[in-house]
């Protein structure tokens, strides 16, 4: 580690050589405790965290999950118990020849799911903490359909010791005619009362990988999150879907108490929340002689890692997810290349590439073929150790028993991290699947920025030339200290605070428009292609979501936006989240459907200090949605819930 020396008022502070005069300036207004941790937060990582044994059950670490272990199955091309229409779910609609933003199949199939949410002792990385989980498990259990089903999640909330009310958002569906389904409390619905539940249901609009989870307070990162696979068609071969690989920094402390701290007056919340570490699939170790002293919390090491396989000389999908709470991750497998061939729900032309950049909220699907020498060797006879009965087993050679990887998700160096590196293993098949990989790490250095790749790099499969946009908006990123010296964030000038009981989308539809401020509701009208310029002034990147929307990505940078400059208009590039830089700009466009959808910052910690809006578009036509009963009844048990006890909003309650 390179060091610089800075003086602050509390005396030395050594500054390693990836923290920009920005950052160095920056660390000098905070307290030394917190600076000395923050300098930290990169270091080398303990060479006793590579290694694939592990002391803790599954059980122990990820509940009833089997997510990151060998016995966890491939996925199949599409579900099959449901006609098939010329041999597809979807029949002859193809991924480069159909439009799906118009183009949906209606299969007349529905997929049904229960959850129950409930609070659970678990230990991802050994060290045991209060959690939030989905069916007992962390990460939650998978949601699985093909393109055009018809999704119902009943989801109980069983939270209680304290209780808790909660949302479950459906990230990346269009929710076209149901936007009060789309899960988002003070926006679209009320929360979901202690003791109640929820029906959601909604058409699996678009296809590929996506994600669930909670959207109330900072609530998920508490653990409600989990995998959803819409099964649609793809124009790339392959033979095994490995399914989603989850990758999310975890916090040792609870979410409400880090929510509490960072809205303590006084406090500037800059300085980051730091993450204790970082996982795939809901597992990695932790070096528990690091924890902090006086802490007695049980803390194991080598708890585990996830494990996978490969089938030699075939190609595998892996569904990239990232479901953390602010780290901007880069995935890659030692001396393997990837294919990238989706990003969020968009099929996109294939790329070649050894590191993959996921800001939080986004996913990245790649294929992977398993041609490396060492697994290629049929000399070898399959005498290792494996005794894994899920993903690849059977078919094709057999490797050399050291064919062993390691998957690697690094947090960027502007993710503030005490553990930054989360590690995986892949085994091709007759290999020892309890021995530590040996393999070498690409050599793409951190480019030392929470920025996406290059928006050049990937184009849509399915072209859509950039509409002309029928208004402009700018919208700018601030901090900011309230009456009661909060520093909270500010979204168009507004920090949001959500009112529960009054969503907004039931308010519109009522024919109510008068929103009260703080609800920071931005009314488009009749608009038929809105373009939105972000400025932000912050000196941190943020990961921004548009709900029910794919937008168009026209522009990202440092600085101030040009007013012209778009990159390949002829066919924009399209996600439901994309990272502006610190002090950058970036600027989207989005073709509105009728509702109201809520377009925030990603980073759980943000969007809790009001940096979230709502936007209503179409108010004519929300007028005239015929909104279910289910949505008011639940409304109205949540008032009742609320006569009778208090509601610890602290936050914006987003």
Request: proline content about 8%.
């Amino acid at each position: 580690m390179v060091q610089k020396d800075t003086r602050s008022a509390e005396g030395l502070v050594y500054i390693p050589s990836y923290l920009s005069h920005r950052h160095v300036v920056f660390l000098a207004l905070i307290p030394w405790d917190l600076a000395v941790l923050c300098i930290y937060l990169n270091s080398t990582v303990s060479n006793v965290l590579y290694t694939a044994n592990a002391t803790l059950s599954q059980q122990r670490t990820n509940g009833i999950a089997l997510w990151g272990t060998l016995l966890c199955p491939s996925l199949p091309f599409f579900l099959s118990n449901n006609p098939l229409p010329d041999g597809f779910p979807w029949g002859r609609r193809t991924d480069w020849g159909n439009n799906q933003y118009r183009d949906c199949p209606r299969t007349g199939v529905t997929r049904h799911y229960d959850f129950t949410i409930s609070r659970g002792y678990i230990a991802p990385d050994g060290y045991q903490r209060d959690v939030l989980l989905v069916n007992g498990q962390f990460p939650g259990p998978l949601i699985e359909a093909n393109w055009g089903d018809t999704i119902t999640v009943n989801v109980k909330n069983d939270i209680k010791d304290p209780e808790e009310g909660t949302s479950i958002h459906w990230h990346g569906f269009l929710q076209r005619d149901t936007s009060w389904e789309d899960g988002a409390p003070g926006v679209t619905q009320c929360p979901i009362p202690p003791k109640k539940s929820y029906r959601y249901e909604f058409v699996a609009d678009l296809y590929g990988t996506t994600w669930y989870h909670a959207h109330y307070s900072a609530q998920y990162t508490a653990g409600i999150v989990g995998p959803i696979v819409v099964h649609g068609p793809t124009s790339q071969k392959y033979d095994i879907d490995l399914g989603p690989i989850m990758l999310s920094d975890w916090y040792h402390k609870e979410y409400f108490s880090i929510v509490k701290a960072i809205l303590t007056p006084n406090v500037d919340p800059r300085p980051f929340v730091v993450s204790d570490n970082n996982l795939i699939n809901g597992k990695m170790h932790f070096d528990c002689s690091t924890v902090e002293p006086g802490d007695t919390t049980p803390c194991t090491p080598n708890a585990g890692i996830s494990k996978f396989r490969f089938q030699p000389g075939k190609t595998h999908r892996l569904r990239l997810i990232n479901s953390g709470a602010d780290g901007v991750q880069r995935f890659s497998i030692d001396e393997h290349t990837m294919t990238v061939i989706a990003e969020d729900l968009v099929p996109v032309k294939p790329y070649n590439t050894t590191v993959v950049t996921l800001g939080v909220g986004q996913r990245t699907d790649v294929l992977v073929k398993a041609d490396h020498p060492l697994g290629l060797d049929s000399g070898n006879k399959g005498k290792g150790k494996g005794k894994g009965k899920g993903i690849g087993k059977g078919k094709g050679k057999s490797g050399s028993p050291d064919a062993a990887f390691w998957i690697r998700s690094n947090l960027t160096s502007c993710s503030p991290a005490r553990q930054p590196n989360a590690v995986a293993a892949v085994y091709y098949d007759g290999a020892d699947t309890d021995a530590t990989p040996q393999s070498t790490a690409w050599d793409v250095p951190d480019p030392g920025m929470c920025a996406n790749d290059d928006l050049s790099t990937s184009e849509p499969l399915y072209k859509i030339p950039l509409p002309p946009p029928s208004f402009t908006h700018t919208m700018g990123i601030e901090l900011f200290q309230n009456a009661s010296n909060i520093t909270l964030w500010k979204f168009n000038g507004v920090s949001m605070r959500a009112h529960f009981n009054k969503p907004v989308l039931l308010e519109a539809n009522a024919g109510r428009l008068d929103f009260d401020e703080e609800w920071n509701v931005v009314n488009y009208g009749s608009n038929s292609s809105v373009r939105i310029v972000i400025d932000n002034q912050t000196p941190t990147a943020h990961p921004m979501h548009l709900h029910g929307h794919n937008m168009y990505i026209l522009h990202e940078g440092p600085g101030a936006w040009d007013g012209t400059s778009i990159v390949r208009p002829s066919n924009p590039t399209r996600r439901d989240v994309y990272q502006v830089r610190e002090f950058g700009h970036l600027v989207i466009q989005f073709d509105p459907q009728p509702g109201v959808w809520a377009w925030h910052c990603h980073i759980a910690w943000h969007a809790a200090g009001g940096f979230f809006a709502s936007l209503l578009v179409q108010p004519d036509s929300v007028r005239r949605f015929r909104i279910p009963k289910d949505v008011s009844d639940n409304c109205r048990a949540w008032d009742k819930y609320t006569r009778h006890n208090v509601v610890d909003q602290i936050d914006s309650g987003a």
